[in-house]
């Protein structure tokens, strides 16, 4: 069988990029893709990582949405490529359309980094087959927008696609999102950083398997 | 023939109506700049000449002083002089740091003057060519029942996280403290460690006559002129005027750059390389020609200007951030721009490396400036102020009647803002990015992990105005004895530190003395520890309306972890483990947190600090963590030994069953005093008999204090209880403090 391989977007003010790599480097090959490349079709994942992409300016992600590989990023997730975006990377899936929803905000106003424990509410995705559904994980946020709202309407028809909530909500997000699907199930947005909990050393070994699933896909 | 600009005053006119005086300089040092330029100064060469021969770039007060310090060391491989400086940790690689403060721009807009701050000292460690990997800080406010006081920790704090979150370089560590004295002019001192490969380090120096310098970041703006000589001076009402001073920051901006730089370095396409800090492009370009014995010329007109119409004088001395200065050859012109290009940042050819040891500014073609570079650098006139011991310090130490109520005093304690839970601050810097970060805030030390390896860095600040103003030479002890005691409670061997000395004026015979005898006092602690100081940062002038601060040196500790397994925290690990201190306890409440909370007051005598105690206290217990006989580690610091015994319970969710051995103290006394060279050490019932003897054989005073269990702190003495608390309780005071505090 041949090694996987994923792709993670860097853009200018991304800067989870390379802990996304190590992270993702324990399960398959990944290599940092600058935020020009006009294709990725050679590779089986990808990442949007966190970070600052464009200083945050305007709005988080609002303007990485713009970036010559968002193109290639659609096309992708057309294909049915599995597409992880983390933080920062969630924020540029909303921006692009890819997922439903939009952040706030804090509700404290403030940024805030901190381990927080997830439930695992779908384990019939490709990301997350590997936990055990209403397993509880221990993942960390960082982030200053991370209050994920959508209206009511919108929610009801998102029930199946949540597949991480905080137990103890950080960032006033509705319904304790922290992670959501689309429709298909190939793109997952989510706040937490999950190449944050890849070592004993860091705290948390409960991102590993995230990355196992993903190679596995 | 150097020119002047016509909208600017003539010679003449700075001459016959002092102009210089108000860019701080005084009759005596005009008097120097028109011998050594045998003509009477134009408006830009007085500008330029003030800035570099400020406080802040000259450091004529404390020069002197500085020499003190003991800086070099069989692992130091750069010391002070350079943007940072470099400590070796073997295999090739080394580890590069430095403090800078941003005390004055803090106080009138704190969010940009801290977060611009940040942005300095990230850019003095990648202009060495080392990778920032941890930030760390030392804060100081007044009263915080002072709303402005309240405003300016919450954005000063904000400004800290906005930039370095954006860098992505986690904030590790720091100390917050709370004092009246700090109140008009809080203390904003920023640190960054940064690693890099011996083969990769840079210097700021501008080599080989005929090369191309290049400016690279955004246009310069009206921002931050004389902001060197801004934070020369003291504070008043009237500070707020100086806002235009400030300068405003962009982290998007200085990551781009930092990001570029650092390509552009390990591509070997530099031969020197600064950052433009204070003064701006007048101190890089002068110390980059200083430095290689060379002359430089300057274009100015080709400066990326913000606005139109800009004058020399104001592309010279602005203080705009996220610029860098470098020189390279000219067949490496197009890959660089290539590099730059890449990140989609400009870099602009201003100017040339000269052998005229002269700094040369042109505009349009014209010569308006035309200065000695020696002279800028190296000639300004030093001072040695008088000193005069201030009348308020005695060599009574201080008794106070016998408190009882302990529970009271320690929730107390623990409620003090500086003691208190720094949760609320550190949970908004990313202290996570990077993914190497072992220990996080609220230990003793923060523990960094060295890429791909098992080893790591423990870092930390400190300093304890409150000593340093009781008494600056043991103040001074004790600021470098108790960083380096940090280091070693997290398992690291300290190997050298950054200092920030930030004190009034030196112009002040009883302030002066402070500052000298501070200095004393630290060298002599770095001598005998074994720590050398390889570059730091003096901040003078730090006043109010006439008030100084609490004298406040601050020293930024680095240590290397040989083993992650070595990696120490400060709470308590497993019921039965058993509880130790090392080290006596005497009287000494001067200074202490229990005066500051219980008498409101400041006086007597600080603890006193013998070296030779703290250098076995530290070698042995950094031997038997490495043994791996320690379960915990933990300084005793400000709150004592009760403040200590909490925190640990805290931390480790734990509590512990503990008795006060047979002594001749009372159990006020025991509990509160601040007596220094003491550790908390929790071990397993097995490494129990081995860790007793060897402290005994090493002659380190050890004595069991209990044991580890149960969900209450219990302390008694005797048949007498002194304090029974659930750790739950101890925690609500602990962590509620802070967030209290800003909700008002």
């Not at chain 2, 609220?442 to 060295?450: C, F, L, P, Q, Y």
Request: charged share 20%; aromatic share 6%; with cysteine.
């Amino acid at each position: 069988m041949t090694r996987k391989r994923a792709a993670v977007v860097s853009f200018p003010g991304s800067n989870c990029d390379e802990d996304c790599v190590r992270a993702l480097r324990t399960a398959m090959d990944a290599d940092r893709v600058w935020h020009t490349a006009r294709s990725l079709d050679a590779y089986d994942a990808i990442v949007l990582p966190g970070g600052f992409s464009y200083g945050d300016y305007l709005r988080a992600g609002a303007i990485a949405r713009f970036s010559p590989v968002i193109e290639a990023v659609h096309a992708a997730a057309e294909r049915g490529v599995p597409i992880i975006g983390i933080c920062n990377g969630f924020q540029i899936l909303l921006e692009c359309g890819l997922l439903p929803g939009t952040m706030r905000k804090n509700v404290s106003r403030k940024f805030v980094c901190a381990p927080t424990t997830l439930v695992v509410a779908r384990t019939d995705t490709v990301f997350t087959k590997a936990y055990d559904r209403l397993e509880r994980i221990r993942i960390p946020i960082a982030h200053g927008e991370g209050n994920y709202y959508c209206d009511e309407e919108t929610l009801r028809r998102i029930q199946h696609q949540i597949v991480f909530r905080y137990e103890d909500n950080p960032n006033g997000s509705v319904d304790n999102i922290a992670g959501i699907v689309n429709a298909a199930g190939n793109v997952l947005g989510m706040m937490p950083h999950p190449e944050r909990a890849v070592d004993r050393w860091l705290g948390s070994t409960d991102g590993v398997r995230l990355m196992v699933a993903l190679a596995a896909v | 023939m150097v020119e002047r600009i016509a909208t600017e005053p003539t010679p003449e006119d700075i001459d016959t109506h002092k102009l210089y005086a108000r860019m701080g300089m005084t009759d005596a040092e005009y008097a120097l700049v028109v011998q050594q330029l045998g003509r009477k100064p134009t408006y830009t060469e007085i500008g330029v000449y003030s800035v570099m021969w400020s406080e802040h770039c000259s450091y004529k007060h404390s020069k002197t002083l500085l020499r003190l310090f003991p800086t070099t060391g069989s692992r130091v491989l750069m010391g002070p002089g350079e943007g940072a400086g470099i400590v070796d940790i073997g295999g090739g690689r080394a580890v590069v740091f430095k403090i800078e403060s941003h005390n004055h721009p803090s106080a009138i807009e704190p969010f940009q003057g801290a977060a611009t701050g940040v942005g300095g000292i990230i850019r003095d460690i990648f202009s060495m060519g080392a990778r920032p990997i941890a930030l760390l800080n030392a804060l100081r406010f007044g009263n915080p029942n002072d709303a402005r006081v309240r405003y300016t920790f919450e954005h000063v704090v904000a400004g800290i996280a906005g930039y370095g979150n954006a860098c992505g370089i986690p904030t590790v560590g720091g100390e917050v403290a709370f004092d009246e004295a700090y109140t008009g002019n809080p203390l904003v001192n920023a640190m960054c460690v940064g690693l890099i490969e011996h083969k990769h380090i840079q210097r700021g120096i501008a080599r080989g006559v005929g090369n191309p310098v290049y400016y690279v970041g955004p246009p310069t703006g009206r921002d931050g002129i004389q902001g060197a000589t801004f934070a020369s001076e003291q504070l008043s009402e009237q500070s707020a005027s100086m806002r235009p001073a400030v300068q405003v920051g962009d982290p998007f901006m200085e990551k781009l750059v930092m990001e570029a730089c650092l390509d552009v370095i390990a591509r070997g396409l530099v031969l020197g390389i600064q950052d433009m800090g204070a003064a701006g492009l007048t101190c890089s370009s002068a110390e980059m020609a200083s430095k290689a014995g060379n002359g430089m010329e300057l274009w100015l007109d080709r400066v990326p200007m913000r606005e139109p119409h800009m004058t020399p004088y104001e592309l010279m001395l602005s203080e705009s951030q996220e610029r860098m200065l470098f020189v390279t050859t000219p067949d490496r012109d197009e890959a660089v721009r290539d590099v730059f290009a890449h990140y989609g940042l400009d870099c602009v050819h201003v100017g040339v490396v000269t052998d005229t040891g002269y700094l040369t500014l042109k505009m349009d073609g014209h010569i308006v400036g035309h200065m000695p570079v020696r002279g800028l650098v190296d000639d300004c006139p030093i001072v040695e102020p008088p000193a005069e011991v201030p009348a308020y310090i005695t060599r009574e130490p201080t008794v106070y009647p016998p408190v009882t109520d302990y529970a009271c005093v320690l929730h107390a304690l623990l409620a003090h803002p500086t003691i208190a839970s720094k949760e609320w601050v550190y949970a908004q810097y990313d202290y996570m990015v990077r993914t190497s970060t072992i220990v996080p805030p609220g230990s003793d030390a923060a523990v960094v992990r060295i890429p791909d390896t098992h080893t790591a860095l423990a870092m930390c600040t400190d300093g304890n105005g409150r000593y340093v103003y009781l008494d600056p030479c043991i103040g001074g002890r004790i600021a470098v004895a108790e960083a380096a005691r940090n280091v070693v409670c997290s398992g690291g061997q300290p190997l050298a530190l950054t200092d920030n000395l930030n004190f009034g004026s030196p112009q002040k015979p009883d302030r002066y003395w402070q500052l000298q005898q501070a200095v004393i006092g630290m060298a002599q602690a770095c001598t005998v520890l074994n720590t050398p100081v390889i570059g730091g940062n003096v901040s003078l002038y730090n006043e109010h309306e006439g008030k100084a601060i609490l004298p406040t040196p601050v020293v930024g500790m680095v240590g290397l972890v040989h083993d992650l397994e070595h990696v120490t925290t400060i709470g308590w690990k497993n019921e039965q483990d058993v509880v130790f201190l090392l080290g006596d306890t005497y009287v000494e409440w001067g200074g202490s947190a229990f005066q500051a909370v219980v008498y409101e007051t400041l006086e007597g005598t600080p603890p006193m600090l013998d070296l030779e105690v703290e250098k076995r206290l530290q070698d042995h217990v950094l031997a038997c963590i490495q043994a791996g006989w320690i379960a915990s580690a933990h300084d005793v610091s400000e709150g004592g030994l009760a403040v200590a015994l909490a925190e640990c319970a805290i931390a480790g969710n734990i509590g512990a069953k503990l008795t006060m051995p047979a002594c001749a103290l009372r159990p006020d006394e025991w509990l509160f005093s601040e007596t220094q060279s003491r550790i908390v050490v929790s071990t397993t019932p097995v490494h129990a008999q081995v860790l007793m003897r060897h402290m005994q054989e090493a002659g380190v005073p050890i004595v069991c204090l209990g044991t580890v269990g149960g969900n209450d702190l219990v302390v008694g003495a005797g048949e007498e209880c002194l304090i029974a608390e659930p750790v739950d309780a101890l925690r609500t005071t602990w962590k509620g403090a802070i967030p209290c505090m800003m909700q008002r």
